[in-house]
């Protein structure tokens, strides 16, 4: 009966809950040199975005503390926030749909944690250290000089950066002048700021230096929902049974092209590089990342011992059963025109939203007020937000046109800084006569820089309101 005791625990975990560490070997090969071409650019859209300026404010901002959020330029205002709850919907069903049809591959090419671990701090350890056994040998054997000097530069460097990826990610959300004031300043009145730099650099040391591939296997919760996303049709980094087994030996080739033999030669240069240290021999399991070194590696093998590449390859699990080309199913079908929907909404708000925004509230507690001059007046509050580049004049109107609006100082119009809010009130005055009702609804017209931006109903109460009283 086939052995399935690997699916009942991490590989990591060995016998006893101890932890078991992974000695991985750097992988070469095509997949790998797109892996690094992909994590290069990633890198740098990371390190360089943050700084990104356009028209002195940044490219793109986080700030959830202050609610201002920056996308490329455009500033969502927290009375824009839906539009980011739609944005994030998209993204959501932008992942379950990337994973239905391409599996985990965002795991293995693009997730920072996996691109830290294995493009840069596995690169470094390997310099520092040296290959997989040298590791493994440096592990277990007690502290001694030459131990301490590399575990000291190892610490040094991996502190290094990650101090300084911590530093740049917080630009994400405060913005590199407040980063940069903050370090001016020596951190007084930035003790927030200096907490959570500590903190994720404490945590992105603990990550890199010791928890490693774990976080991806016990705590990422995108690497649990892989479970119930993937299905047979999902592309996975998958090995092709059919041809491979029965397993052989390192043979040489005319052995393994007996009819008896697969294509495997079992020399296991696929576990040697898994940064997870799994066989993917076994079939898709939790911790497989999709990281495609152990492609590389059986292409490689493949090459030597002249049979076609393949054996481990990019393609769906139905695909391998039956022997037939990969082919996307109605679910991604259906994800994708969910998504196309969403992404279009979100686009469609993004760019319709008007530059200027404003609310009219009667002030509350008040009726209205009568003048000597045969008029009456209600007294409003205005708040008008100015999510555009440019300052905007304000001035206002009622549709029926049978007042005046008066702003507060008997002005006019009232100018709105560019990106700034500003409240104010108004008069709506009217004559008498023409205000023989209770309570009438008003529209008032919002006009910036002359050009109509909003209608805003409300109501106004005229001289009925005191019959009787
Ligand atoms: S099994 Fe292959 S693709 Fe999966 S994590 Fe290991 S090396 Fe990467
Ligand atoms: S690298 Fe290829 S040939 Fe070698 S054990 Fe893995 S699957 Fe078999």
Not at 85 to 107: D, K, Q, S
Request: contains cysteine.
């Amino acid at each position: 009966m086939e052995d399935l005791s690997f699916r009942d625990r991490l590989y990591t975990i060995g016998e006893g809950g101890r932890r078991k560490w992974v000695f991985a070997s750097l992988p070469r090969g095509i997949f790998t040199f797109r892996r690094h071409l992909v994590a290069i650019f990633l890198l740098a859209f990371f390190l360089v975005l943050p700084h990104l300026e356009y028209r002195g404010e940044p490219l793109l901002l986080l700030n959830v503390l202050q609610r201002k959020f920056i996308l490329f330029g455009l500033v969502i205002w927290p009375q824009d926030t839906y539009m980011l709850g739609v944005g994030m919907l998209a993204f959501v069903v932008g992942i379950i749909l990337f994973t239905v049809v391409y599996g985990r591959i965002w795991c293995g090419w693009a997730c920072p944690q996996t691109i830290f671990m294995e493009i840069v701090f596995r690169r470094i350890e390997t310099w520092i250290d040296g290959s997989p056994v040298k590791q493994k040998e440096l592990r277990e054997r007690p502290m001694d000089g030459d131990k301490f000097l590399r575990r000291t530069l190892k610490f040094l460097v991996f502190f290094t950066i990650i101090f300084y990826t911590v530093n740049n990610f917080s630009v994400f959300f405060i913005g590199k002048k407040y980063l940069f004031e903050a370090y001016r300043s020596g951190f007084s009145g930035h003790p927030y700021l200096l907490a959570f730099l500590i903190v994720f650099t404490v945590v992105g040391v603990f990550i890199y230096w010791w928890f490693r591939e774990q976080t991806c296997s016990v705590i990422c919760p995108y690497g649990r929902l892989q479970g119930v996303l993937l299905d047979n049709d999902s592309l996975v980094v998958a090995y092709d049974y059919r041809r491979g087994e029965p397993r052989g030996t390192a043979l040489p080739v005319e052995k393994r092209k007996q009819p008896s033999l697969g294509d495997c030669i079992d020399c296991k240069s696929c576990v040697r590089v898994c940064p997870t240290g799994i066989d993917i021999r076994n079939g898709t399991q939790l911790e497989c990342v999709n990281c495609t070194a152990c492609i590389d590696a059986c292409d490689a093998v493949m090459d030597k011992v002249k049979l076609p590449r393949g054996l481990i390859r990019i393609t769906s699990e139905r695909s391998i059963r039956e022997g037939i080309p990969h082919r996307l199913n109605w679910r991604a079908y259906a994800y994708s025109i969910v998504l196309l929907m969403l992404a279009g909404f979100f686009f469609y708000l993004l760019f319709s939203r008007a530059p200027v925004e404003a609310t009219v509230l009667r002030t509350p507690g008040t009726i209205f007020q009568p003048y000597d001059s045969g008029h009456i007046s209600n007294l409003y509050n205005l708040r008008i937000v100015n999510k555009s580049r440019k300052d905007q004049v304000i001035r206002l109107q009622e549709l029926s046109d049978v007042g005046i609006i008066k702003l507060a100082g008997g002005v006019d119009t009232v100018v709105v800084k560019k990106e700034a809010s500003l409240e104010t009130l108004f008069f709506y005055i009217v004559p008498k006569n023409e205000a023989d009702f209770a309570s009438r609804k008003v529209i008032f017209r919002i006009l910036a820089n002359g050009q109509p931006v909003q209608d805003y109903s409300t109501t106004f109460v005229g001289i009925r309101q005191n019959v009787g009283q």
